[in-house]
C-alpha cells in the first residue's frame, strides 16, 4: 500500500471541498472494497477522505410513500431495517444474499454501489486489463473468464459489476441522489451503472467530484410477488455466476407489471424492456417465462469458459420467475430452490 | 545489487518461515495436547500454539521475529543509499484512540496500519489471527461497538474513538465466555487457526439474534471458513452457547 495523507470529514460540505482540493484523493466509507484494493495496489490515491462520520445513515420515509436510505446506511443496518423487511423484501432478500455478516456490518449502500469488479485481472497488477491501465488491453478476453460477462461486452472489456444490491435495485427503480461542486442531482439507478464500451475505466456515471447522498426507493414495492435467486459456486459467501431479482403484481394469474433484472452477466445489473413486455398481460407460466429469457439471451456472446452462463441465466430466468409467481421467493438461508 | 540482497533477503526470510514451520510441525502432536492441559481456568483458548511454546522458553512468532532482524540487516544498507537520492516519503501517522477489551489505548499509528496490525503487532494481541488479509476468511473477526467486522479490511485510524473487544477480552473474572466453553465442549477446532475468528463472529452473532435455525446459523456464519471442516461441531457449540445466552 502507497503512502497517502488521512483527512477525515466532519460534514458533506467539507467532503465536497476536500475532494475539489484533492482531485488524486478517495472517499472512503466502509473501506472493505477500496483497502483491499489498496492493499493489491490496483487503487493509489494520494489522500484518503474519511466520510464514514457524516451525517448520511438514515432510513426514512419520503412524502410520496418511499424510501430514503442514507448513503452511509450499513449493508446489514437495511437488510434488517423493519421497513424494507416489510416492504422491499427483495431488496433485503439480496442484501442478506451477498458478502457475509462481518462485510455486510462494514459496507455502505454508497460503497455497495461504487464497488469495483472482482475480475481477476483487474486484481492482478502484473497483467493487462484497460478497466485497471486503460490502452493496456483484456486478460479476460481469452483469458480465464468463467466469472466474466456475457451481455454487453466489449472489446475493451469483459468486466462483471458484483452488486447483489444493485440488482434489487434496478428492478425496484431506485434514483441514486449525489451532491457536488455543482450541486444535487438525482440519477436513475439503472442509468447509474455503465457498459464498458471502449471506457472501461469508468463503472458509473457518478462525476470525479460527486459524492453519493442517498438512494431512493420509490413507492412500488413488489413485496408480494418477488424473489431474488442467486446462483454461485458455493452455497453462501460467493460472488453471482448468474442471479435474477424479479417483481411481479398479478391479477388473477396475469401479469399486470412484470420486472427482471439479472446479476453477475454484465457491466451494469441487466434489464431488458422487450423481455419484460413480453410478460406482460400474459398468465404466469413457464412459457411465457421462457420466450422472456429468450428474448434477454439471444445478445447473449460467450467467452468459452464463461459460455455455460447462457443457459445458466436461461433456466435462472424461469425459476426465479415462476417462483415470484407463486409467492415462494428463495430463502436466503435454506438454499433449497424453490 | 539491490535485487541480489532482496533475494537473499527473501530466501532468508523464506527459510525462517520454514524453520517456524518445520518446528511447529514437529511439536505438532504435542501442542494439540498441551493446549488444553496446561489451561488455568481463566485463561482463554486465544492462540493455543503461542501459548504452547511458551512453555518450552521459544515461541513461534520470536523464531518470526529473528528471520525478520535477519531481513532487515540485509536490506537496510540499500535503502540508505536510496534515501540519499530520493527522499524517501515519510509515513503519515496519527493520533487513534481506541478502547481495546476494556483498557483505554493513545496511539499513534501509521494511518496504512489495519486494525488486525495494530492489534497483533502493536499491541501484541495475537489471538486474532491473519488468515487472507482480504477480507474472505474470517480469521480476524472482532467486535467494534459490538458488532463484528474483518479487522484486516478496516483501516484502524478510521475507528478512532471505537471500543474493541478481541478473544482476549471475552473472558470475564476467570471464567471463560460461553462461547469458549462451548467450543471446548464440543471439541469444534481442530488446528484452532480459525476459532479465535469463530468465537468472535459467534458473539456478533448471537448479540444480533438473527440467526434460530441450524440454516440460519450456518448461513450468517459463513464468513468464518474452516479449512479443517470442523462445522458440523462449530454449530453445535454455538447452539449450545445461543441456549445460555
Same mark, same amino acid.
Given at each position: 500500500m502507497i503512502q497517502f495523507q488521512y483527512i477525515r470529514a466532519g460534514t458533506v460540505a467539507e467532503a465536497i471541498r476536500q475532494k475539489a482540493a484533492n482531485p488524486e484523493g478517495t472517499f472512503i466509507a466502509g473501506g472493505t472494497n477500496l483497502v483491499d484494493l489498496m492493499r493489491s495496489d490496483v487503487a493509489q490515491p494520494a489522500q484518503l477522505i474519511d466520510i464514514s462520520r457524516l451525517p448520511l445513515d438514515k432510513v426514512e420515509e419520503t412524502a410520496g410513500g418511499g424510501l430514503h436510505i442514507g448513503a452511509l446506511v450499513r449493508n446489514a443496518d437495511i437488510a434488517y431495517h423493519p421497513l424494507v423487511e416489510q416492504r422491499y423484501p427483495m431488496l433485503s432478500s439480496a442484501l442478506l444474499a451477498g458478502a457475509s455478516q462481518q462485510l455486510r456490518n462494514m459496507a455502505t449502500a454508497g460503497g455497495n454501489l461504487l464497488q469495483r469488479t472482482r475480475c481477476a485481472y483487474f486484481y492482478d497488477v502484473t497483467t493487462p486489463c484497460n478497466k485497471r491501465n486503460p490502452g493496456s488491453g483484456c486478460s479476460a478476453i481469452g483469458g480465464l473468464n468463467r466469472m466474466n460477462a456475457i451481455l454487453g461486452t466489449s472489446e475493451a472489456c469483459i468486466a462483471v459489476y458484483p452488486s447483489d444490491m444493485c440488482v434489487a435495485l434496478a428492478v425496484l427503480e431506485a434514483t441514486v441522489h449525489v451532491t457536488g461542486p455543482r450541486g444535487d442531482r438525482a440519477i436513475a439507478l439503472v442509468d447509474f451503472h455503465r457498459l464498458p464500451g471502449s471506457t472501461p475505466e469508468r463503472d458509473n456515471n457518478l462525476a470525479a467530484d460527486e459524492l453519493v447522498t442517498s438512494i431512493e426507493l420509490p413507492p412500488r414495492r413488489f413485496a408480494a410477488n418477488y424473489t431474488y435467486l442467486k446462483i454461485r459456486d458455493r452455497l453462501s459467501y460467493a460472488f453471482a455466476l448468474v442471479s435474477v431479482a424479479v417483481g411481479l403484481e398479478l391479477e388473477g394469474g396475469t401479469m399486470r407489471e412484470a420486472r427482471f433484472a439479472l446479476g453477475g452477466v454484465a457491466h451494469k445489473p441487466w434489464r431488458n424492456a422487450q423481455a419484460e413486455a413480453a410478460l406482460r398481460g400474459r398468465p404466469a407460466g413457464d412459457a411465457a417465462f421462457a420466450e422472456a429469457a429468450d428474448l434477454v439471451l439471444r445478445e447473449a456472446k460467450g467467452f468459452g469458459h464463461n459460455t455455460f452462463k447462457i443457459d445458466l441465466a436461461r433456466r435462472a430466468i424461469v425459476r426465479a420467475l415462476s417462483q415470484a409467481a407463486r409467492g415462494t421467493p428463495q430463502s436466503q438461508s435454506n438454499k433449497k430452490i424453490a | 545489487?539491490?535485487?541480489?540482497?532482496?533475494?537473499?533477503?527473501?530466501?532468508?526470510?523464506?527459510? !525462517?518461515?520454514?524453520? $517456524? $514451520?518445520?518446528?511447529?510441525?514437529?511439536?505438532? !502432536?504435542?501442542? *494439540?495436547?498441551?493446549?488444553?492441559?496446561?489451561?488455568?481456568? &481463566?485463561?482463554? %483458548?486465544?492462540? %493455543?500454539?503461542?501459548?504452547?511454546?511458551?512453555?518450552? &522458553?521459544?515461541?513461534?512468532? &520470536?523464531?518470526?521475529?529473528?528471520?525478520?532482524?535477519?531481513?532487515?540487516?540485509?536490506?537496510?544498507?540499500?535503502?540508505?543509499? @536510496?534515501?540519499? *537520492? *530520493?527522499?524517501?516519503?515519510? $509515513? $503519515?501517522?496519527?493520533? /487513534?484512540?481506541?478502547?481495546? +477489551?476494556?483498557?483505554?489505548?493513545?496511539?499513534?499509528?501509521? /494511518?496504512?496500519?489495519? #486494525?488486525?496490525?495494530?492489534?497483533?503487532?502493536?499491541?501484541?494481541?495475537?489471538?486474532?489471527?491473519?488468515? =487472507?488479509?482480504?477480507? @474472505?476468511?474470517?480469521?480476524?473477526? /472482532?467486535?467494534?461497538?459490538?458488532?463484528?467486522?474483518?479487522?484486516?479490511?478496516?483501516?484502524?485510524?478510521?475507528?478512532?474513538?471505537?471500543? /474493541?473487544?478481541?478473544?482476549? &477480552?471475552?473472558?470475564? +473474572?476467570?471464567? #471463560?465466555?460461553?462461547?469458549?466453553?462451548?467450543?471446548?465442549?464440543?471439541?469444534?477446532?481442530? =488446528?484452532?487457526?480459525?476459532?479465535?475468528?469463530?468465537? =468472535? *463472529?459467534?458473539?456478533?452473532?448471537?448479540?444480533?439474534?438473527?440467526?434460530?435455525? %441450524?440454516?440460519?446459523?450456518?448461513?450468517?456464519?459463513?464468513? +468464518?471458513?474452516?479449512?479443517?471442516?470442523?462445522?458440523? +461441531?462449530?454449530l453445535a457449540a454455538i447452539q449450545q452457547a445461543m441456549e445460555q445466552s
Amino acid at each position: 500500500m502507497i503512502q497517502f495523507q488521512y483527512i477525515r470529514a466532519g460534514t458533506v460540505a467539507e467532503a465536497i471541498r476536500q475532494k475539489a482540493a484533492n482531485p488524486e484523493g478517495t472517499f472512503i466509507a466502509g473501506g472493505t472494497n477500496l483497502v483491499d484494493l489498496m492493499r493489491s495496489d490496483v487503487a493509489q490515491p494520494a489522500q484518503l477522505i474519511d466520510i464514514s462520520r457524516l451525517p448520511l445513515d438514515k432510513v426514512e420515509e419520503t412524502a410520496g410513500g418511499g424510501l430514503h436510505i442514507g448513503a452511509l446506511v450499513r449493508n446489514a443496518d437495511i437488510a434488517y431495517h423493519p421497513l424494507v423487511e416489510q416492504r422491499y423484501p427483495m431488496l433485503s432478500s439480496a442484501l442478506l444474499a451477498g458478502a457475509s455478516q462481518q462485510l455486510r456490518n462494514m459496507a455502505t449502500a454508497g460503497g455497495n454501489l461504487l464497488q469495483r469488479t472482482r475480475c481477476a485481472y483487474f486484481y492482478d497488477v502484473t497483467t493487462p486489463c484497460n478497466k485497471r491501465n486503460p490502452g493496456s488491453g483484456c486478460s479476460a478476453i481469452g483469458g480465464l473468464n468463467r466469472m466474466n460477462a456475457i451481455l454487453g461486452t466489449s472489446e475493451a472489456c469483459i468486466a462483471v459489476y458484483p452488486s447483489d444490491m444493485c440488482v434489487a435495485l434496478a428492478v425496484l427503480e431506485a434514483t441514486v441522489h449525489v451532491t457536488g461542486p455543482r450541486g444535487d442531482r438525482a440519477i436513475a439507478l439503472v442509468d447509474f451503472h455503465r457498459l464498458p464500451g471502449s471506457t472501461p475505466e469508468r463503472d458509473n456515471n457518478l462525476a470525479a467530484d460527486e459524492l453519493v447522498t442517498s438512494i431512493e426507493l420509490p413507492p412500488r414495492r413488489f413485496a408480494a410477488n418477488y424473489t431474488y435467486l442467486k446462483i454461485r459456486d458455493r452455497l453462501s459467501y460467493a460472488f453471482a455466476l448468474v442471479s435474477v431479482a424479479v417483481g411481479l403484481e398479478l391479477e388473477g394469474g396475469t401479469m399486470r407489471e412484470a420486472r427482471f433484472a439479472l446479476g453477475g452477466v454484465a457491466h451494469k445489473p441487466w434489464r431488458n424492456a422487450q423481455a419484460e413486455a413480453a410478460l406482460r398481460g400474459r398468465p404466469a407460466g413457464d412459457a411465457a417465462f421462457a420466450e422472456a429469457a429468450d428474448l434477454v439471451l439471444r445478445e447473449a456472446k460467450g467467452f468459452g469458459h464463461n459460455t455455460f452462463k447462457i443457459d445458466l441465466a436461461r433456466r435462472a430466468i424461469v425459476r426465479a420467475l415462476s417462483q415470484a409467481a407463486r409467492g415462494t421467493p428463495q430463502s436466503q438461508s435454506n438454499k433449497k430452490i424453490a | 545489487m539491490f535485487y541480489l540482497s532482496k533475494i537473499t533477503a527473501d530466501k532468508r526470510l523464506k527459510k !525462517g518461515r520454514e524453520i $517456524a $514451520a518445520d518446528w511447529s510441525f514437529q511439536h505438532w !502432536g504435542k501442542l *494439540s495436547m498441551t493446549t488444553i492441559d496446561h489451561r488455568s481456568p &481463566g485463561q482463554t %483458548p486465544a492462540d %493455543p500454539t503461542d501459548e504452547a511454546d511458551a512453555h518450552r &522458553g521459544v515461541t513461534r512468532r &520470536g523464531v518470526l521475529h529473528l528471520a525478520g532482524g535477519a531481513v532487515s540487516f540485509t536490506v537496510l544498507p540499500h535503502a540508505g543509499a @536510496q534515501a540519499a *537520492s *530520493s527522499p524517501a516519503p515519510t $509515513a $503519515a501517522t496519527a493520533p /487513534v484512540q481506541l478502547t481495546v +477489551n476494556g483498557e483505554a489505548r493513545q496511539l499513534e499509528i501509521d /494511518v496504512r496500519q489495519s #486494525l488486525l496490525d495494530l492489534l497483533r503487532e502493536t499491541l501484541d494481541l495475537t489471538g486474532t489471527k491473519k488468515g =487472507c488479509d482480504h477480507g @474472505q476468511c474470517g480469521a480476524c473477526t /472482532v467486535l467494534v461497538d459490538g458488532r463484528r467486522i474483518v479487522s484486516c479490511l478496516t483501516l484502524a485510524v478510521t475507528r478512532d474513538g471505537a471500543s /474493541v473487544t478481541t478473544i482476549e &477480552g471475552l473472558a470475564k +473474572n476467570g471464567t #471463560l465466555h460461553p462461547l469458549q466453553q462451548a467450543f471446548i465442549d464440543h471439541d469444534a477446532f481442530q =488446528c484452532g487457526y480459525c476459532t479465535p475468528g469463530q468465537i =468472535c *463472529s459467534a458473539a456478533g452473532l448471537i448479540a444480533e439474534g438473527k440467526a434460530k435455525t %441450524p440454516d440460519e446459523i450456518r448461513e450468517l456464519m459463513s464468513g +468464518n471458513i474452516c479449512r479443517c471442516g470442523a462445522y458440523t +461441531n462449530i454449530l453445535a457449540a454455538i447452539q449450545q452457547a445461543m441456549e445460555q445466552s
